[in-house]
């Protein structure tokens, strides 16, 4: 018998997503935020997302057995909430809401998803709708997408889910096992967002600035240790400090913070503006070492013994793509294989849950062996969108694109590169991004100029043949989703002069640190992305004709977007990005796109690229 489930994320007012499974195996992920142009698609429902899976797949809704969705009622006989009660004694509203009134925020979600679902033209009396608890959900995406089958240690950090901010567990025969959570206000992810905030970062997105900017600092300067601590297997955030609702909140501007009036008595004003610069340098950096400390210290604490039997590990929520924690994780002698969820924020759990409730209905699912989940256009698309475009870009045809799209770059150019199908989660992993030459001392600021325009401390990723990782880089396993963060290797590295490691902080950008300088970050670690024939073949085959003209299987990868936007999803996304920025080549499916007016060097380039054979 067939069992289709479609899971749907939201839950908590961001990241709405949807994800398909027939029979085990994944058809269709995305976010809604790639459909409706808004970053997070804050609250909003995962319809557009759950419209295309059951488009990709060429269903119905009567087609669908189960919704999972990831969020879930929690008893009142549990702790989780009147931990939450007992925490937060100082806002006795919030406190007694938990206790009589502890699952509203299900309640409201669930008629959110029913509505929801009735315009995608479901029929509720049919449907089955199926909680899944928040770390449930994320542990599922890890532990279930892994494909591990030996028994497996499953951790999971987040901000929060109903209540529970961290989750340990284990993992056998398909079946999940909580071992111990933590619940709000006692968040490892909740905290990290606060001095997010607090570095003039938002939330969600600000956590990889703050991470981006720590390398800069020196986390001995600042002791923050005081703001949460890990005893007798219990983490406790200081919320005197951090973690804080109602009056304990930080207010500027009619907006209130995760943190308080005692955190900026202590550590100075919030910081403004894009500038990586002192003292904020150093908070990120104390930050980011409490974090990995804590992180550390808790998954000995619970999961030790389980990851001293097997060394497998599986990895999700928010605080799984902290890739500096990730690569602390891989570096521990008894870790043999990591796992980490490539959605790990709350998109993810639309996977997850649904993965979850397949399980328990007896059918295993497939392990996740790549991303690329969301819609794919074909060449008609791409002429059409063109057409419709008010701009009228000109388009020519190319056959052996990675070869030619490979020369241009060679020669310095930048390229936007739209291939197949869409990435699900939140890195651009070949489908939609944007590549140039890694080996370019003025690539980063090429492409901030141009394109990112965004804060100059930060390093770009690079994607290396997977088969070449190793002698770039010092890692010895794949990193197909930009999860683990690796030095560049010793034989590629320049040694700064003494005069250049003087150098304080964002001064230290313009030295170059390697052959391949656009992605490698002050500390010469960088963020990697192994590329693998199987999973992406004309991605593979663009950066090896890269590397047959000049030797080196490294090149810049960022994503297809704009900063604040999310990135590109549709050609007429596509478009709409590469003719209100300063990129001047696109290949998009078999089409070529060039503002050559813009750069007449790019046109020779691009001849000399279309003539090859
Ligand atoms: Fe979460």
Aim: hydrophobic share 40%; glycine share 8%.
């Amino acid at each position: 018998m067939s069992l289709t489930i479609l899971g749907l994320s939201g839950a908590l007012s961001h990241d709405p997503s949807a994800a398909l499974y027939i029979d085990g195996k994944l058809i269709a992920a995305v976010e809604e935020e790639r459909f409706v142009r808004d970053k997070h698609a804050k609250n909003r429902m995962p319809y557009e997302s759950a419209k295309f899976c059951l488009e990709q797949a060429g269903i119905k809704p009567s087609d669908v057995d189960v919704v999972a969705i990831p969020f879930a009622p929690i008893s009142i006989f549990e702790k989780a909430r009147w931990h939450y009660a007992k925490r937060y004694w100082y806002a006795p509203d919030r406190a007694l809401d938990a206790i009589f009134a502890g699952n509203r925020r299900y309640y409201r979600y669930k008629k959110r998803i029913e509505w929801c679902l009735q315009q995608l033209g479901f029929d509720l009396k049919k449907v089955k709708l199926q909680p899944v608890e928040h770390h449930l959900a994320h542990a599922s995406s890890a532990y279930h997408c892994s494909g591990f089958t030996e028994k497996t240690a499953i951790l999971g950090i987040d901000g929060k889910g109903e209540y529970a901010t961290t989750f340990f567990g284990w993992g056998e025969n398909g079946k999940i096992h909580k071992i111990k959570e933590f619940y709000d206000p006692d968040s490892l992810g909740g905290l990290y967002g606060a001095i997010t905030e607090f570095l003039g970062f938002e939330m969600l997105d600000g956590e990889f600035k703050v991470m981006g900017m720590a390398p800069y600092g020196d986390a001995a300067r600042y002791d923050f240790s005081r703001l949460a601590k890990f005893e007798n297997g219990e983490l406790i955030i200081n919320t005197d400090y951090a973690n804080v609702i109602g009056f304990r909140r930080y207010k500027e501007k009619g907006k209130g913070y995760y943190f308080s009036p005692k955190l900026i008595e202590w550590l100075g004003p919030k910081r403004e503006g894009d500038i990586a610069d002192d003292p904020y340098i150093h908070y990120a950096a104390s930050m980011q070492a409490l974090f990995e400390k804590l992180a550390l210290e808790m998954m000995d604490y619970y999961l030790g013994d389980i990851i001293k039997q097997t060394g497998k590990i599986a990895f999700a929520g928010g605080c799984a793509l902290n890739v500096k924690l990730n690569q602390k994780i891989i570096a521990r002698d008894e870790v043999k294989e990591l796992f980490v969820q490539p959605a790990s924020g709350d998109a993810g759990t639309a996977v997850g849950a649904a993965a979850y409730v397949s399980h328990q209905r007896g059918v295993p699912v497939e392990k996740m062996e790549h991303v690329y989940l969301g819609p794919s256009y074909s060449n008609e698309d791409v002429i059409a969108a063109c057409v419709r475009h008010p701009s009228k870009p000109v388009w020519q045809k190319i056959d052996n694109v990675p070869e030619r799209i490979a020369k241009i770059m060679v020669d310095g150019n930048p390229v936007a590169w739209f291939q197949g199908r869409m990435e699900f989660g939140p890195r651009a992993l070949g489908g939609r991004s944007i590549l140039g030459d890694a080996r370019s001392p003025l690539m980063q600021k090429t492409l901030n100029l141009k394109v990112k325009y965004r804060e100059s401390f930060r390093p770009f990723a690079p994607a290396v043949l997977a088969e070449d990782a190793n002698r770039w880089f010092q890692i010895h396993c794949d990193s197909p989703y930009m999860l683990l963060v690796a030095d560049v290797a010793e034989r590629h590295r320049i040694a700064m002069t003494e005069a250049q490691r003087a150098l304080f902080g964002i001064d230290k950008l313009n030295v170059p640190r390697s052959s391949i300088p656009a992605v490698t970050h002050v500390d010469y670690s960088a963020r990697v992305q192994t590329v693998h024939k199987e999973t992406n073949p004309k991605f593979h085959e663009l950066i090896s004709s890269f590397k047959n003209r000049t030797g080196c299987p490294v090149i810049v990868n960022t994503s297809f977007n704009v900063r604040g936007e999310p990135i590109v999803c549709t050609p007429e996304d596509a478009f709409r990005c590469f003719m209100g920025t300063g990129i001047e080549a696109l290949a998009i499916g078999n089409c070529f796109l060039a503002k050559e007016r813009q750069n007449p060097a790019l046109k020779q380039s691009y001849e000399s690229a279309f003539e090859l054979d």
